[in-house]
C-alpha cells in the first residue's frame, strides 16, 4: 500500500501491517530522492569537466537545468516532512501553539531611518495640541549594489493634550506583507534567479558571508 498525500492518516487507527507498509514506502521514497540528488551532483560536476578548457553554450545550458532540477529538489527535501491530519482533542490541558519568533537582521548592517509623521498638525476630535506618546520602529532589509542596508521606518505616536486622542502616520507597504525583504533586494533577487539563472541556494551562500540569512526574508 503506498500513500500519495502530503498528510498522514489518523495512525492510530492504522493496524500494524499498513503501518510497516507507510514506513517502507515513505523510506523508499527518501531514498529514491536522495539517489536522485547524488547523481545530479555528480552529472554536474562531471559537466563541468567537460566544460574545462573549452566553451560550450550546449553544456552550460545542461549545466544549468541539472542545478534548477537539484535546487527543486533539495528544497522539496526539507519542505515534505509529512504531518499528521489535525484532529480533535478531548483534553483540557492541551499546551497552547507558540508563534514562531522571526531573527533579527544583522546589527553590523548600517541603519537608515525614515520617519513618518502624522499628517495632522493638531488633534482631528478636538483641534488641541498633540505630544509625542511613542513610536512604533518596524525594519526591512534592502540591498543596494555590493551591499546591503537596513531601513528603519519609525512612526511616532502623538497624543493630543486636550482629549488623549492618539493620532500616528499609516505604515508603509511592503512587497511581500510581513516580509523583511524591500523591493530593490527582491528585484536582485528575482533577476539573478530568472535572468543570471543562479539558483537560490547559491544566492543564499553569498548572503550568508555578509550576516544575511535569506530563508528569514
Request: aromatic residues 4%.
Amino acid at each position: 500500500m503506498v500513500f500519495m498525500h502530503s498528510t498522514l492518516p489518523d495512525l492510530s487507527t492504522l493496524d500494524a501491517d499498513t503501518l510497516r507498509a507507510l514506513l517502507l514506502a515513505t523510506h523508499e521514497q527518501l531514498l529514491s530522492r536522495d539517489h536522485e540528488i547524488e547523481h545530479l551532483k555528480l552529472l554536474i560536476a562531471k559537466l563541468r569537466r567537460m566544460q574545462f578548457g573549452r566553451k560550450s553554450e550546449k553544456v552550460e545550458r545542461q549545466i544549468e537545468q541539472l542545478e534548477l532540477q537539484l535546487e527543486d529538489l533539495e528544497a522539496n527535501r526539507a519542505e515534505s516532512v509529512p504531518t499528521t491530519e489535525k484532529q480533535p482533542t478531548t483534553s483540557n490541558t492541551a499546551s497552547p501553539a507558540t508563534k514562531p519568533t522571526r531573527r533579527a537582521l544583522p546589527d553590523h548592517l548600517p541603519r537608515e531611518t525614515k520617519t513618518h509623521e502624522p499628517a495632522e498638525q493638531a488633534c482631528p476630535e478636538c483641534g488641541g495640541t498633540l505630544k509625542k506618546l511613542g513610536e512604533d520602529v518596524s525594519e526591512i532589509l534592502e540591498y543596494v549594489p555590493a551591499s546591503f542596508k537596513v531601513i528603519r521606518h519609525v512612526r511616532p505616536k502623538l497624543c493630543c493634550t486636550g482629549c488623549d486622542t492618539i493620532v500616528q502616520a499609516a505604515a508603509p507597504s511592503r512587497p511581500i506583507e510581513r516580509g523583511l525583504a524591500g523591493p530593490g533586494l527582491l528585484a536582485h533577487i528575482l533577476t539573478a534567479r530568472y535572468c543570471d539563472h543562479l539558483p537560490l541556494y547559491r544566492q543564499s551562500g553569498t548572503y550568508a558571508r555578509e550576516g544575511v540569512d535569506l530563508g528569514t526574508c
